[in-house]
């Protein structure tokens, strides 16, 4: 994704709602299938090549689901493994980010399906008429970015599993309490460029949301971008409602 400028101050406190409505019902098509590349040795968490495939490293364990305390247990040991901060698989260049690669990376690891390739037109319509396609490279496949993958959540997320929030403290609540994936998605209003993704993380005991009379203003966040974080809240305050994005959205997965 593309560079950030710095996010614009708050007036006053509000809480964040999201920009578009909900869907009165999710649009679920059985038809549509994920695309994703296969693990690639080169896919390294001390490399910056080969981006758009999982990371090949059996020492990264996978979210274990046993219970909502495994789950939130493993979210944190991923979130120390991955290691945003340090990780040269998603240090910033003078040309990118990549917000999108530590959030795939983050759902990936949680057993979440996340795009970081999707279909061509001319493949996915090939998919949608029950055809068997292979993911290939800038062949059946392609990158997406944030603001695309902000639209993909709208047309294809409920097939996925994805549900569409309107409040952060309700996605706070449901992670810490369940353990599941709070993602927050940014669509830029220049079209071509990149926005911004971000995934919404389990409370620790030293690490904690932003809340005004107990309800959560900035939910606790890890991500990749111009400046790599951990976690944060307050840091960024509402950044989703920037000048630079047209819209944003709010999804949870268990």
Excluded at 36 to 47: G, Q
Excluded at 70 to 80: A, D, G, V
Excluded at 218 to 247: C, I, M, V
Aim: charged share 30%.
């Amino acid at each position: 994704m593309k560079l950030h400028t710095k996010p614009a101050k708050m007036e006053k406190e509000t809480i964040a709602q999201s920009t578009i409505p909900p869907y009165e019902e999710p649009i679920i098509d059985p038809r549509i299938k994920s695309a994703s590349l296969a693990p690639h040795p080169d896919s390294r968490l001390d490399t910056q090549i080969m981006k758009f495939h999982p990371i090949s490293d059996d020492t990264i364990a996978f979210r274990d689901e046993t219970s909502p305390e495994t789950k939130r247990e493993s979210i944190r040991q991923l979130i120390e493994k991955l290691d945003v901060t340090k990780s040269l698989r998603y240090e910033r260049t003078v040309e990118d980010t990549y917000c999108n690669v530590y959030s795939y990376d983050f759902c990936y690891f949680s057993k979440v399906y996340l795009p970081t390739v999707w279909w061509t037109a001319e493949a996915l319509e090939r998919v949608l008429n029950g055809e068997e396609v292979v993911p290939v490279m800038n062949e059946t496949v392609e990158p997406i970015y944030s603001s695309a993958i902000h639209d993909w959540f709208l047309k294809w997320g409920a097939s996925f599993g994805w549900k569409r929030m309107s409040s952060l403290d309700e996605i706070q609540a449901k992670v810490n309490a369940e353990g599941g994936i709070g993602m927050i998605c940014a669509k830029r209003k220049i079209r071509g460029l990149s926005g911004h993704i971000v995934p919404i993380v389990p409370e620790t005991k030293k690490k904690k949301a932003y809340r005004v009379d107990g309800v959560v203003l900035y939910p606790l966040q890890s991500q990749a971008g111009k400046l790599n974080y951990t976690y944060f809240a307050k840091a960024r305050k509402d950044w989703w409602n920037h000048e630079r994005y047209s819209s944003h959205v709010f999804y949870y997965h268990d």
